[in-house]
Nanobody, 127 residues
Framework: QVQLVESGGGLVQAGGSLRLSCAASGRTFSSYAMGWFRQAPGKERDFVAAVTRSGENTYYADSVKGRFTISRDNAKNTVYLQMNSLKPEDTAVYYC????????????????????WGQGTQVTVSS
């Protein structure tokens, strides 16, 4: 089992940047594929980005491609989401998620594929 704690959210102007972190408990962090999702008020939770166990492969939603970067540091049990060129429509609560997997080359993009979730961190982008 793994516990996830997000941090790094806040208020930023359009065009600005934020870096979210998600710290995981436990000693088997490298056994988990990781993902970031977000949920705006009144909307469903949507996929943002995913990374494989090793961090070698990543995948992004079209809405953030070229602006956001997901990465991980397995030595620090942490996954990151670097968000650049932020837009007001990026405003949401951002959640990290973990899924145990034996495959080193797989990432996941669906909510139901993930086993563990953090509590979320608020990102607000002002126009």
């Amino acid at each position: 089992q793994v516990q996830l704690v997000e941090s790094g959210g806040g208020l930023v102007q359009a065009g600005g940047s934020l870096r979210l972190s998600c710290a995981a408990s436990g000693r088997t962090f490298s056994s988990y594929a990781m993902g970031w999702f977000r949920q705006a008020p009144g909307k469903e939770r949507d996929f943002v980005a995913a990374v494989t166990r090793s961090g070698e492969n990543t995948y992004y939603a079209d809405s953030v491609k070229g602006r956001f970067t997901i990465s991980r540091d397995n030595a620090k049990n942490t996954v990151y989401l670097q968000m650049n060129s932020l837009k007001p429509e990026d405003t949401a609560v951002y959640y990290c998620a973990a899924r145990s997997t034996y495959s080193g080359s797989v990432y996941y993009t669906l909510l139901r594929q993930y086993e563990y979730w953090g509590q979320g961190t608020q990102v607000t982008v002002s126009s």
